[in-house]
């Protein structure tokens, strides 16, 4: 399977644990993005990469929140002193930067639980 | 701040109905707008429509988009029990690579 993969599916954790999530873009992909899903809501853009340059960050992002994409390949994405709040599906995608023709193609993404 | 809008929320109808499936947008400096198909997974990618009038087809869903009155619709005809899934609509614009995303439209077709 060539398409974006996400570890873990599935995490459970207690309130103000930390947690770590991993995406492995497409392998020729040079923008790597984070999303985030709550219930009944459409994705809300996290932040994303070019290469291993995090070039936006959404205000969504604080400062628990830490992306890296250390060799332009895969990212991670921390969250630190979890609170309940952060449960919601995180969605990893990856395009080619190619301007207006450019596509996002996402992965199966990590769902969180905040206990 | 961009906006995209879909409606309906929610269509339940039956197998071999069409639907149509809305989304309005305001944003600055509109790039193109992308559909989605989400089945209690990751989003596929249905559809990219960067031109007014010009109607993109796979199968039995299409999509067309109007830049003047800042719209697009989802087609899908002789629906099946497979097309039910939330269909998300999403622009791009303006210098960011983001995508922003309506809240979605959930399409439950009954056998």
């Known amino acids: 399977d060539t398409g974006v993969s996400q570890n873990p599916r599935h995490k459970i954790t207690k309130r103000g644990q930390n947690v770590t999530f991993r995406c492995d873009p497409i392998?020729?992909?040079?923008?790597l993005y984070w999303y985030r899903q709550t219930l009944g809501q459409g994705p809300e853009f996290l932040t994303y990469?070019?290469?291993?340059?995090?070039?936006?960050k959404s205000r969504l992002l604080s400062d628990r929140f830490s992306a890296e994409r250390p060799k332009g390949s895969f990212s991670t994405l921390e969250i630190q002193r979890t609170e309940q709040g952060d449960s919601a599906m995180y969605l990893c995608?990856?395009?080619?930067?190619?301007?207006?023709?450019?596509?996002?193609?996402f992965g199966p993404g990590t769902r969180l639980l905040v206990l | 701040e961009d906006k995209v809008v879909q409606s309906p929320l929610s269509l339940v109808v039956h197998e071999g109905d069409t639907v149509t499936l809305n989304c309005s947008y305001e944003?600055?400096?509109?790039?193109?707008l992308l559909w989605y198909k989400q089945e209690k997974k990751a989003p596929t990618f249905l559809f990219m429509l960067?031109?007014?009038?010009i109607e993109k087809k796979s199968g039995r869903l299409s999509s067309i988009l109007d830049k003047k009155e800042l719209f697009s619709i989802l087609n899908i005809t002789a629906t099946q029990t497979g097309d039910s899934a939330v269909y998300l609509c999403?622009?791009?614009?303006?210098?960011?690579?983001?995508?922003?995303f309506g809240k979605g439209i959930t399409l439950s077709v009954r056998p």
């Open positions: 995608a990856s395009s080619l930067a190619g301007g207006f023709q450019e596509t996002q193609y």
């Open positions: 392998s020729e992909h040079n923008r």
């Open positions: 990469f070019q290469n291993e340059a995090q070039l936006e």
């Open positions: 944003v600055t400096n509109f790039r193109s």
């Open positions: 960067t031109s007014s009038g």
């Open positions: 999403a622009v791009k614009s303006g210098a960011n690579s983001k995508l922003t």
